[in-house]
């Protein structure tokens, strides 16, 4: 079983922070493996001219880091969440998250390209802010998956967009993933989140903004 999956109320202090620093050094430095089929698998994959593969690579790099920060941003939720069953929801996300963080991976080096270099950033910043979401609350911290899930699945909606005509194996794994991301929005919405307050939304696109910049490229 994915250490994701196991309830982090079950595990004394100690056991939650060396489970919380593994999973972290997995989620950065390791290879994370998905519980579901790469929905790329059985699309033909088609050579792309240069352009189109370094394009198609940052906008994969760009998915990739936000996968990196959803695996932070669920698990420091639910390292305080007060509910557990908030705490469930919210590690079962994550392990769908760690399905997309592997695809995309994968794609990463279909494409002959690497993750990006501030990933230990990346995930301790959304880290952080997990945390802190997780403390003002359940609806509070349930509100933060419902901005979040509803950002991504506009930044997919931008990539399926811009990806190469050509490149229907990156196209296969957004589509899954982006049908992944509504369904969390709508789990943490039947649950009781709780609507953000301005200026919340707002900070949150424009950091979405600055890191998918930096990603594309670094």
């Not at 969390?184 to 998918?212: Q, W, Y």
Request: negative net charge; charged residues 25%; contains cysteine.
């Amino acid at each position: 079983m994915n250490s994701s999956s196991t309830p982090s109320r079950r595990l004394t202090p100690l056991d939650r922070l060396l489970d919380g620093t593994q999973r972290a050094l997995d989620t950065v430095f390791g290879a994370p493996r998905a519980e579901r089929a790469n929905p790329a698998a059985t699309e033909a994959d088609v050579v792309l001219d240069e352009t189109e593969r370094r394009h198609a690579a940052g906008l994969m790099r760009i998915n990739h880091v936000g996968e990196v920060c959803a695996q932070a941003l669920y698990c420091g939720q639910a390292a305080v969440a007060r509910d557990p069953a908030t705490e469930r929801h919210l590690l079962d996300a994550a392990q769908e998250e760690t399905d997309h963080l592997a695809w995309c991976a994968d794609r990463l080096r279909e494409l002959d390209s690497r993750p990006s270099l501030f990933n230990p950033l990346w995930y301790g910043g959304s880290y952080a802010i997990g945390v802190l979401a997780g403390l003002r609350g359940d609806g509070w911290n349930l509100g933060f998956v419902v901005e979040t899930e509803r950002q991504v699945e506009a930044h997919i909606d931008e990539h399926l967009t811009s990806l190469p005509e050509a490149d229907i194996r990156s196209r296969a794994i957004l589509e899954v993933m982006k049908a992944d991301e509504a369904r969390h929005a709508d789990n943490a919405e039947a649950a009781g989140a709780r609507v953000l307050p301005p200026p919340i939304p707002t900070v949150m696109a424009a950091a979405s903004k600055l890191m998918k910049a930096v990603a594309y490229r670094l």
